[in-house]
């Protein structure tokens, strides 16, 4: 039956066999492989995803917490700017208040350290180079001496001219995609409105070269900085110096201005004033002129130095903009002008006189009342040490061999006392030691004794030697401003002075101390100082024009050239306000002729413009 049929094909067994039960099972099994194969796409994509995000995320993890300073510091100075502003230095004066030094306004130029990577770099250096009479290395090594990545602005010249300034700013233009590199801007530099006047006592200013940057970073000096690298302007740098200002500035890309991010106020140096007067100043100048010498000038009482000059001399006003060849090479044949004579040594002649008599009364071997009988020379050992006069003087007194400088009366007061109390009572006034003045270029002398003589000649002290000394020849080298101080001794009453320019106040008990002289002992130099003006070698200061003055004169022979002139004194004698003390290097002349003229307008031009 159809019904019956149809019933028997839906039917389902009741049971299975083996067989229908393992082909059941195979194709379930197929069932399932072929769904886990649609699924192992997806799990390798996540893993490899996981493994590239952890690889991605560690990176950058590396990158923030290891390196992140680095690449932070690096996208700040790609846009941040730092225009340095150099502070004002202290201002120079004389003890009127007068301007010594100051400063003025000029324009220098900049670079950013980044340039130095771009590919038009060489070509630009050259320009510049040509532009700015620069050497190229000197404007490669200052921006590599900042670093490449450095945001601040780096001076590569100072003190532009007009033509300068405007081809620089026409360059700018043309700066081969570096537009942002280049900067022409103004700042302040020193000024010497007195020109070479006083060079040797202020100096002159300079920038920081890289040994000398090295060796002041840690006291706060940065690259590009001016400091003082002679004289005063050098003594006193920490007053002077003041400190940085600047601005930081944010650029876009092509380094345009976007805000102003901070400021920082420059803070101007402190000023100094000095013991200088400018008038007497000039006076030692002109008097001096062209011979080479050097003029000491100084308050008896204090030690203030009043005016110091040396010649030859130089402009410090040269030293705020690029020095040329030609200046080079017109101070190399003017004979060195940055040697300060008043501070180097020389043989002081009959000026030390005046030590081999404080030497002869002090010991009171050869009290103040001594008479010695002079000759046409004095014999000792196989030398004889003529008298400048080629006759002798015959008897005569401190006062009287003073007058006229017996070389034969003090050569016997030397070789009496003996050469250990001579080379001690040098010692006391000063001599063979710097006197302590500010200014570093400063020379000691020389006063020899038994040991130094062995050591640089083999050979022991003798009474020669001790002769020679009593008349400031020999080994004996003396500054022109230890002779001011000595000259100071009898001028103030028995004190050592401490020479010095600062003024600043402070008690006279603060600049002098005292030798312990015998009353007699400065009484007798006194009198014997003043008869060298009013009777003696040094009638050039016996003049209306001047107070009642004191004073010596010395001739040093100085082989092999011609001899150098000595004169030292003070005024008015009986309440003295200055010593002067001039020399004249290898001038040929006697101290009475050459020196003394020198010291005499000097003096009359403090008394004409110190009047009381």
């Known amino acids: 039956m159809r019904l019956t049929d149809h019933s028997r094909s839906h039917s389902w067994p009741t049971s299975m066999s083996s067989d229908s039960y393992s082909f059941y099972d195979s194709r379930q099994k197929q069932t399932n492989r072929t769904t886990g194969q649609k699924r192992q796409p997806w799990l390798i994509m996540v893993l490899v995803s996981l493994i590239l995000l952890g690889g991605i995320g560690t990176r950058l ?11 932070r510091e690096k996208a700040e100075n790609n846009r941040i700017r730092i225009i340095p502003k150099p502070p004002v230095r ?11 030094a100051s400063t003025r306004l000029t324009h220098a130029a900049y670079l950013w350290p980044v340039v130095i990577k771009q590919p038009n770099w060489p070509e630009n250096l050259r320009y510049l180079s040509q532009l700015l009479s620069i050497p190229e290395d000197s404007i ?22 007009p033509a300068q300034i405007t081809a620089l700013e026409e360059f700018k233009s043309e700066f081969k995609g570096e537009l942002n590199g280049l900067e022409v801007d103004i700042e302040s530099v020193r000024d010497y409105p007195n020109g070479e006047l006083a060079s040797h006592i202020l100096g002159y200013t300079g920038e920081l070269n890289p040994e000398q940057l090295a060796k002041r970073r840690s006291q706060g000096y940065r690259l590009g900085d001016i400091v003082g690298k002679m004289g005063v302007e050098a003594a006193y740098e920490q007053q002077l110096r003041g400190e940085w200002g600047g601005l930081q500035l944010e650029v876009d890309g092509a380094g345009k201005v976007m805000k102003v991010l901070g400021q920082k106020i420059g ?20 008097a001096l002129g062209q011979r080479k010498g050097a003029v000491v000038a100084l308050d008896p009482k204090t030690g203030g ?12 006003n040269v030293f705020s903009s690029q020095i040329t060849t030609e200046t080079w090479e017109q101070w190399r044949k003017a004979g060195d002008p940055f040697v300060n004579r008043a501070l180097r040594g020389f043989p002081p002649a009959s000026t030390f006189k005046i030590v081999t008599a404080t030497a002869g009364m002090e010991t009171g071997k050869y009290p103040p009342n001594t008479i010695l009988n002079t000759f046409a020379y004095l014999r000792v050992g196989g030398t004889a040490f003529g008298e400048w006069n080629r006759a002798g003087f015959g008897p005569m007194g401190y006062v009287r061999a003073m007058a006229w400088s017996s070389n034969t009366f003090h050569g016997q007061i030397g070789r009496g006392v003996g050469g250990p109390t001579l080379i001690k009572w040098s010692r006391l006034y000063g001599f063979g030691q710097t006197t302590g003045v500010e200014l570093t270029e400063e020379l000691p002398g020389l006063i020899a004794d038994d040991a130094w003589k062995r050591a640089n000649y083999n050979w022991e002290w003798t009474d020669g030697d001790t002769v020679n000394m009593s008349i400031g020849q020999g080994f004996t080298q003396a500054t022109p401003l230890q002779v001011a101080v000595m000259f ?9 002075v401490k020479p010095h320019f600062l003024n600043d106040g402070r008690d006279i008990s603060q600049w002098r101390t005292s030798m312990n002289l015998k009353p007699t002992t400065v009484k007798i130099l006194r009198e014997g100082l003043r008869a060298v003006v009013s009777s003696g070698t040094g009638k050039a200061l016996n003049v209306p024009s001047l107070p009642p ?12 050239g011609k001899p150098h002139a000595w004169f030292g004194g003070y005024a008015p004698y009986d309440k003295p306000e200055i010593v002067v003390v001039a020399f004249a290097e290898h001038s040929g002349g006697g101290g009475g002729s050459v020196a003394a003229p020198i010291v005499r307008q000097v003096m009359e031009a403090y008394f004409k413009h110190n009047k009381k």
């Open 549 to 560: 003055s004191a004073g010596k004169s010395g001739t040093a022979e100085a082989p092999p």
């Open 61 to 71: 993890a590396f990158l923030q917490l290891f390196q992140g300073k680095i690449y």
């Open 140 to 161: 490669q090594t200052k921006i590599e001496q900042a670093g490449y990545n450095s945001p601040t602005l780096i001076r590569i010249a100072r003190s532009l001219n």
């Open 90 to 100: 202290g201002n120079i004066f004389d003890r009127k208040g007068r301007v010594l």
């Open 267 to 286: 803070k101007a140096g402190k000023d100094v004033t000095l013991t200088l007067d400018l008038d007497v100043q000039k006076a030692a100048e002109a």
């Open 488 to 496: 100071a001794v009898p001028a103030n009453g028995g004190y050592k």
């Open 305 to 316: 130095i009043l005016a110091m000059a040396s010649y030859p001399r130089f402009d410090p």
